[in-house]
């Protein structure tokens, strides 16, 4: 009985000690826990922050969070104004019928109708295309 409270204690001890910070070697890209050719020490982090360390952390999320806020607060009054439409004022079904027909098509549209032999309408433009000739020419 002696000897498991000796070996329990022993145990117990063991396992309050403070862990040893182990030395840490950076081997060009890699890092190791044994040196190589050219090995640099390099000093391993500090197991827990300091309290100058732990302020700074708390006023950094503090400062954080206050900025998120104004973010969010900033996007909701941007997202609650109405977006800038231009709406054309609404037309009557021949004005759409209008913009669909090629501008020639429109502009030779005659108010009236008139019944043309096919000799004659072709005089009519021999014509038209020897006034159009003697104006270039004049």
């Given amino acids: 009985m002696k000897k498991l409270s000796i070996l329990a204690g022993a145990l117990l001890a063991c396992a309050l000690m403070p862990a040893g910070a ?4 950076r081997c060009g890209d890699t890092y190791s826990q044994l040196p190589c050719d050219n090995a640099r020490v390099v000093g391993a982090p500090a197991a827990k922050p300091g309290a100058a360390e732990a302020q700074a952390s708390r006023q950094a999320v503090v400062r954080d969070a206050a900025r998120a806020d104004a973010m969010e607060k900033a996007r909701l ?3 609650a104004r109405p977006a ?8 009557t079904g021949e004005e759409r019928a209008q913009e669909h027909k090629p501008a020639s098509a429109q ?3 005659p108010a009236y109708f008139t019944a043309v032999s ?3 309408s072709q005089e009519k433009a021999k014509g038209k295309k020897k006034e159009k000739k003697d104006k270039k020419a004049g």
């Fill in 84 to 91: 800038n439409a231009y709406i054309p004022a609404a037309r």
């Fill in 107 to 109: 502009a030779k549209k």
């Fill in 118 to 120: 096919r000799a004659a």
């Fill in 22 to 25: 182990q030395t840490i070697y």
């Fill in 77 to 79: 009054k941007d997202e």
